[in-house]
């Protein structure tokens, strides 16, 4: 339908008063009534720009008076959703009483969406529930849903041993999964407790449990942060010894960790490794290493990076330029990057002259 990319168009620009006369007022004067998909796009748009109030309005217009039409799952949790991010989660279990008389089925998103404004409520207990409901219902918990929890549970301060949880959702009747493991150690490893997490690691490798790239990403970062780079590359070579392809951000994290040491030597293996087994570096990855380089002084090194970069048709960033900026030496120099900013078609931003107006002050306190 001609009407819909026009709908989403109004709605994206959060022009949703011009979106709402097109589906009541110029689509039936067209004799083009509008359908499922029109309303729906409504319905989010609405809830998007913040107005949750209109979309269940909206929604409950269609289930009263359009007898052809019927929501389905996605009107549903469009609006549940809303509200959930509202903060108006009382009003979500009538919506789900609605869905039932329909005889439409909640679904993964659904159940995970209002896990998510309970816990955002800090109704961590009300939350718990609904896995034991996803499970009579056939349902798998996904990432998002158990990341939900153990958020919630974190900022209830009811998750100090995540292998209770652990057991507790075997306990229910849920094998755990990569997903399952990665959520637990994603805030063990914000929290600094890396030994926690390698268990969990090594109890999910025990049981059968193959861990992914986002797994291992998850651990190493977190082991990076508190500068366990030894570790970090033991797991790395883990990675590579079982003929998983580690990805862009695994090889960016070490590298970021290595230059933050100063080590910008293993820096450059690491690169020529990366690049060896098919992963090639982007804007981020070659930022991270000239500024490993600039930090360390090493500008000969940054000016080689930054060449090998180009050459390979990556145009550096307004980061990337903001780096070099403050670390080269002389006015010259200065003025022949900004040159080159303007060349490559980057607009310098307001941080980009900050930049230049504190070197140029380094410069005459010299």
């Known amino acids: 339908m001609v009407f819909t990319p026009l709908l989403k168009g109004l709605c994206r620009d959060n022009r ?80 789900f009483e609605q869905m039932h008389s329909l005889g439409v089925l909640p679904n993964t998103v659904t159940y995970s969406t209002l896990i998510y404004g309970l816990c955002k409520q800090g109704s961590i207990k009300k939350a718990l529930p609904l896995l034991d409901c996803m499970a009579s219902k056939g349902l798998e918990p996904n990432f998002v849903t158990y990341i939900t929890l153990v958020d919630g549970l974190c900022k209830k301060s009811l998750l100090e041993n995540p292998g209770k949880f652990l057991q507790y959702i075997i306990y229910k009747g849920y094998k755990p999964n990569v997903v399952t493991y990665t959520a637990l150690m994603d805030p063990l490893c914000k929290k600094e407790e890396i030994e926690k997490a390698e268990k969990l690691l090594e109890d999910m490798i025990s049981r059968g449990v193959q861990p992914n790239v986002a797994a291992y990403n998850t651990l190493i970062n977190g082991l990076c942060k508190i500068n366990k780079l030894e570790d970090a590359m033991k797991w790395l070579d883990e990675m590579v010894s079982k003929g998983m392809l580690s990805d862009i951000v695994t090889y960016t994290i070490v590298m970021a960790a290595l230059c933050k040491k100063g080590e910008t030597d293993k820096v450059e293996e690491l690169l020529d490794d990366m690049i060896s087994s098919g992963v090639l570096p982007d804007v981020v990855t070659y930022s991270t290493l000239i500024d490993g380089f600039c930090k360390r002084k090493e500008l000969e090194s940054a000016k080689k990076c930054r060449q090998e970069m180009v050459s390979r048709g990556i145009s550096p960033s307004i980061v990337t330029w903001n780096i070099i900026i403050f670390a080269f030496g002389t006015a010259d120099d200065v003025m022949n990057i900004l040159d080159n900013v303007v060349l490559n078609h980057r607009v310098p931003h307001y941080p980009t002259y900050i930049l230049i107006k504190a070197y140029i002050k380094r410069k005459k306190s010299r």
Do not use: H, W
């Not at 007022?25 to 809830?47: A, E, H, N, V």
């Open 16 to 95: 949703i008063t011009e979106a709402a006369a097109m589906v009541f007022d110029k689509m039936p004067k067209l004799g083009c009534p509008p359908d499922l998909i029109s309303y729906t796009t409504l319905i989010k748009g609405s809830c998007s720009a913040g107005k949750t109030s209109s979309a269940t309005q909206l929604l409950r217009k269609v289930i009263g008076e359009c007898d052809s039409l019927k929501p389905n799952v996605i009107t549903f949790s469009t609006v549940i959703d809303g509200l959930c991010k509202e903060g108006a989660v009382s009003k979500v279990f009538d919506l």
